[in-house]
């Protein structure tokens, strides 16, 4: 039988609906701020995407967006000011930042109250320590919301992770476990990968490796998940070869429209729910 399609463009447009209908009873709109320094072409892309997802739920956003060859103490006195006003809810600084700066020290710059990516380590930190973090990255959250979509009991059940960033593998191996999974999280050096993946009922592909993941990687029936957005020939895949998988699992997120869209989506919620964290009362 051939996998469902798990459409992460629909959800991640009924959650984005139901931010719209939030923000709207709200006295004023949450407002988010996005650094971006330089002009990576993929990042360039992204951050559009989210100005104009923002936008269409009335969440007025900023762009800072600074020259490559900005000091770190420039970007830092910027991040200070943003922390400072009162009228910004969330603040992302966009990944990758060119080679010279100390990614950690930016965002440990941020405040933890504004992390809306969710990744200083006061944020990742407490969700290792399975207490509530302000904030949890967009990506592992919306990828949660996908997978929960198949399957909404999780416990016992066993994940692959191939990559272990930041911003994916490190904080939704922690959610998973969380949730009583069993957990391995592979990488560039982990040996005889295949013996790990085949055994995997959820296996999430966030690599950046263009259709890396064949059928012969993967369990009969395993639920995929993939974050990979690679370009081949001019075109969007995945890091799983979703021709080749597509008859052997139960079901697959799409590239484009599986976890991108949710991704989105849940950077909005986090800017939301940091609107409703500096103003108590509401
Ligand atoms: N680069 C790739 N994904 C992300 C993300 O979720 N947040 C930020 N800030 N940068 C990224």
């Given amino acids: 039988m051939t996998a469902r399609i798990i459409d992460g463009k629909k959800i991640a447009a009924g959650i984005r609906e139901k931010l719209k209908q939030k923000i709207a009873a709200l006295p004023s709109a949450p407002q988010l701020a996005i650094v971006l320094v330089g002009n990576d072409e993929p990042s360039l892309i992204y951050v559009r995407n989210k100005q104009k997802a923002a936008a269409q739920i009335g969440l007025p956003s900023q762009l800072h967006h600074l020259d490559e060859n ?27 930042l060119p080679k010279h700066l100390n990614t950690n020290r930016i965002i440990n710059a941020i405040s933890p109250l504004k992390d809306v990516d969710g990744f200083h380590p006061y944020n990742t930190g407490m969700l290792q320590n399975n207490e509530k973090p302000y904030f949890i990255a967009a990506t592992p959250l919306g990828v949660m919301q996908l997978i929960r979509s198949v399957s909404p009991n999780l416990s016992g059940k066993n994940v692959v992770l191939i990559g272990a960033s930041l911003i994916v593998g490190r904080p939704l191996a922690t959610l998973l476990l969380n949730q009583e999974c069993t957990v391995s999280i592979t990488h560039a050096q982990t040996r005889k990968i295949k013996e790990l993946t085949s055994k995997a009922d959820i296996l999430v592909a966030a690599c950046g490796v263009a259709k890396l993941v064949k059928a012969d990687w993967i369990k009969e029936n395993a639920i995929l998940i993939d974050v990979g957005i690679n370009r081949e020939n001019g075109k969007l895949c995945g890091d799983i070869d979703f021709e080749d998988v597509k008859e052997k699992a139960l ?19 986090n800017t939301v729910d940091a609107y409703l964290l500096h103003h108590p009362g509401l």
């Fill in 70 to 96: 900005i000091s770190e103490e420039e970007l830092l006195k910027i991040i200070a000011q943003l922390n400072a006003d009162s009228e910004i809810n969330g603040i992302i600084v966009q990944l990758p």
């Fill in 251 to 269: 079901a697959i997120t799409p590239v484009p429209g599986g976890v991108g869209p949710m991704t989105i989506a849940m950077l909005l919620s």
